[in-house]
């Protein structure tokens, strides 16, 4: 199935959103809804949804874990056998079936399931991928290029890196980001007005962060 825009009334998109999440939490520890769904968008053109799988630790013959496999790709595959869900391409025709990624039709209604995968950190990809996307490339922009993130650190593989010490910050809520930050939180629906630390000050003085 190809990607093609559609239009959903956003209590469509969460009852349908609210469906798959029951379906994969079996195998995940956690799920939240993400994008336009989450900043209460009078529109949604497709479904984001933001996982932390359960993983099975893989072994050597000494018995030391060497890697992790995520539980829920088996799932994912076994709803492909069945026909409950289908891979979507994009519009260049590009499936997208990673263990980070996964972009599937079900029940006909397109959604974008992005699993967070160690080190990448459930708070830095909650941020990411709530939106809009003009928010979220602030927030991984140095200030000292027009961002919104502090000079000192990085985000890369999903995660907030020190840029002295290549040191992974954990932040496993969104919340810490901000903290981390120095930023009051702001709400998902009121993140589509910041664009500079003048406007976080301004959302601040009319008390809605």
């Not at 949604?44 to 359960?54: G, L, S, Y």
Request: charge should be neutral; glycine fraction near 8%.
């Amino acid at each position: 199935m190809s990607d093609k825009s559609v239009e959903m009334h956003p209590y469509t998109a969460l009852g349908i959103a609210n469906q798959f999440r029951a379906l994969i939490f079996p195998d995940c520890i956690r799920t939240n809804l993400a994008g336009s769904i989450r900043r209460g968008e009078s529109e949604v053109h497709d479904i984001e949804i933001i996982c932390e799988p359960t993983r099975t630790p893989v072994l050597n013959i000494f018995g030391d874990v060497v890697s992790w496999t995520s539980n829920l790709d088996d799932l994912m595959d076994s709803l492909l056998i069945t026909g409950e869900i289908c891979k979507r391409a994009d519009k260049h025709g590009r499936p997208a079936w990673g263990s980070k990624y996964k972009r599937l039709s079900y029940k006909g209604f397109p959604i974008d399931l992005f699993a967070v995968i160690p080190p990448a950190q459930y708070g830095v990809i909650m941020m990411i991928r709530t939106g809009p996307a003009e928010f979220s490339h602030k927030m991984v922009t140095p200030r000292y290029l027009g961002g919104l993130m502090p000079n000192e650190y990085q985000v890369k593989e999903g995660a907030l890196w020190d840029n002295v010490g290549e040191r992974l910050l954990v932040t496993p809520e969104e919340r810490r980001l901000f903290d981390v930050y120095g930023m009051p939180y702001i709400n998902p629906e009121d993140r589509k007005k910041v664009g500079s630390l003048l406007d976080v000050e301004r959302l601040m003085k009319m008390g809605v962060a």
